[in-house]
C-alpha cells in the first residue's frame, strides 16, 4: 500500500466492484442471445456436381467422388446440420420421375435451381451447395508420370430467399512426382487436394459466431485480459485459432462492428478460453454497455491448419 493515497485506494475499488457487477450482469443477459439472436448450425445440403468436362468417359464418376469430397470437406468444418444427400434427392427424385423421361445424370446436369429450392424448403434445408467440375486432366510431368488436376466451381444457394448466394471457382491439382505414377493415380491425389479450398470457401462465407460467456481475468485497470465464449471444439472452432470480437444490433442480424481480436488458447467441447490480443478497452466498454458481444472465427490461409 505504500505510496499510493486512500483516493486511489478507493478508486481502484470502485473500478473493480463496477467491473465484476457489469460482467455478472453481462454472462447472464448471453443466454438470451445465445437463445434468440445466434445463427448456429445452419442446415444444410450437398447435392450432385454436375459436369461440363468429358475426360475418358467419366463424366459421371468424377461428379460424384468430387461431390463426396466436398460433402466430406463441409461435414469437417463441424459448423453445419447436414441433411443426407440421399434425402434431398429421393425428393427431387420424385418431382424428375414427375417431368418423365430424362435419364438421372442429364436430369441433374440440367435440373433447374427452383426444384432444389423446393426441395430444400421441404427438409428444411437453409443452404444447398452443389456446383460444377469445370476440367478434368492428367497431364504429362517431366519425371514421366503425370499431374493430375480438377478445376471446380462451388455454389451456395439460399433456400430462403431462393437465390444464389455465393460461388467461387476453385483449382486441385496433384504434386509433382519424382517417378512415374498413372492418370488415374494422378486425378485420385488431385481429388486429395479439393478439401483445404472447401474448407476455406466455408470459412469465408460462413463464419462460426459464439457468443461471450464470462471475463476470467483483468488488468489492474479493469482491462479484460482472458475472456471466455460459449462456444469450442463443437462448434469447429480450433485451438490458436484467432477470432475477432463483434458487436451486434437487436433486429439486425446481419450487423457486426469488430471492436477487437483475441487468439483461443484453451479450448474445451463448448466452451473456449481467449487472450485478448487487441480492443481491451472496447470490450469492456461494451460490457459496460451490455452490448450483445461475439467471437467472430477469421478465415483462414492455405498455411493455416484446419483440424
Known amino acids: ?18 467491473t465484476a457487477c457489469c460482467f455478472s450482469q453481462f454472462s447472464y443477459g448471453q443466454d438470451d442471445l445465445l437463445r434468440d439472436t445466434l445463427d448456429v448450425n445452419k442446415t444444410v445440403a450437398v447435392i ?5 468436362s468429358e475426360y475418358d468417359g467419366k463424366e459421371v464418376e468424377y461428379s460424384r467422388m468430387l461431390t463426396e469430397r466436398v460433402q466430406t470437406a463441409i461435414e469437417q468444418t463441424k459448423r453445419f446440420t447436414m441433411v443426407e444427400r440421399l434425402d434431398l434427392e429421393k425428393v427431387i427424385a420424385i418431382r424428375r420421375d414427375q417431368d418423365n423421361n430424362e435419364q438421372e445424370y442429364a436430369y441433374w446436369k440440367k435440373l433447374p435451381e427452383s426444384h432444389l429450392i423446393e426441395a430444400g424448403r421441404q427438409l428444411g434445408v437453409e443452404y444447398i451447395f452443389t456446383g460444377n467440375i469445370s476440367n478434368v486432366a492428367a497431364d504429362p510431368s517431366v519425371s514421366g508420370g503425370y499431374v493430375g488436376e480438377f478445376g471446380f466451381t462451388i455454389k451456395a444457394i439460399s433456400v430462403e430467399t431462393g437465390k444464389l448466394y455465393v460461388s ?24 486429395e487436394k479439393v478439401s483445404d479450398p472447401v474448407k476455406e470457401f466455408v470459412d469465408r462465407y460462413f463464419p462460426i459466431e459464439v457468443p461471450l460467456f464470462k ?9 479484460p485480459e482472458i475472456i471466455i465464449f460459449r462456444g469450442g471444439l463443437s462448434n469447429g472452432l ?33 466452451f473456449c478460453t481467449c487472450k485478448v490480443v487487441d480492443g481491451g478497452e472496447a470490450i469492456l466498454k461494451a460490457i459496460e454497455a451490455m452490448e450483445q ?8 490461409t492455405k498455411k493455416g491448419p484446419f483440424k
Not at 433486429?251 to 477487437?260: E, P
Open 293 to 300: 458481444i461475439l467471437g467472430r472465427s477469421v478465415a483462414h
Open 215 to 223: 471475463v476470467k481475468e483483468v488488468s489492474k485497470k479493469g482491462i
Open 168 to 191: 467461387e471457382s476453385f483449382r486441385a491439382a496433384s504434386e509433382k512426382l519424382i517417378g512415374t505414377n498413372s492418370k488415374q493415380e494422378a486425378l485420385e491425389k488431385a481429388l
Open 238 to 270: 480450433r485451438k490458436d485459432q484467432q477470432l475477432d470480437v463483434v458487436i451486434t444490433v437487436p433486429g439486425d442480424k446481419d450487423y457486426r462492428d469488430k471492436i477487437g481480436e483475441v487468439k483461443i488458447v484453451e479450448i474445451a467441447s463448448k
Open 1 to 18: 500500500m505504500k505510496g499510493r493515497t486512500s483516493f486511489q485506494i478507493h478508486h481502484s475499488i470502485i473500478i473493480l466492484l463496477i
Open 48 to 52: 450432385l456436381f454436375s459436369s461440363s
